[in-house]
């Protein structure tokens, strides 16, 4: 999938994001986030409390995100799966702080109290929200 789409959907504001990941005995664990964004073609970086996504991700560091943009016809939805392992968790520094600030102007004070984790991803590979093809995963181009 172009990198161009994938950035474009993670970000834009009017997405859906789930971020799914596993702990080290594999159970799975789902949950719905609105503070991911892509900065580059190559990264993603979301906010994160102390969560069992958070848990999960310092166990194993591996994730999948799903960014779904609606529409009113459900043939028309737009979305994207990305594979992910984390480059890095900071729990203090400049990079949390604007993780923060960022949330705070998003989704309010509240929100940006919770953050505890400026989550770095490398973006393994990306797949179509729908894909009828072999179960292959495509390098991100």
């Known amino acids: 999938m172009d990198a161009a789409k994938v950035r474009e959907l993670v970000n834009d504001p009017r997405r859906i994001g789930v971020m799914a990941t596993t702990n080290r005995a594999g159970q799975p664990n789902a949950a719905v986030f609105g503070s991911p964004y892509m900065p580059d073609d190559h990264t993603l970086v979301m906010g994160l409390g102390e969560t069992r996504t958070a848990q999960n991700l310092l166990e194993t560091s591996r994730a999948v995100f799903l960014s779904v943009l609606p529409a009113d016809n459900p043939v028309e939805t737009q979305g994207v799966r990305i594979y992910l392992k984390v480059r890095t968790m900071e729990k203090e520094g ?26 770095f991803f490398d973006i393994e590979s990306t797949r179509p929200l729908i894909d009828w093809g072999p179960a292959s995963k495509e390098p991100l181009t």
Do not use: T
């Not at 400049?94 to 989550?119: F, M, S, T």
């Open 94 to 119: 400049p990079n949390l702080e604007a993780v923060k600030d960022r949330i705070r102007k998003a989704a309010g004070d509240r929100a940006a109290a919770r953050v505890r984790y400026a989550v």
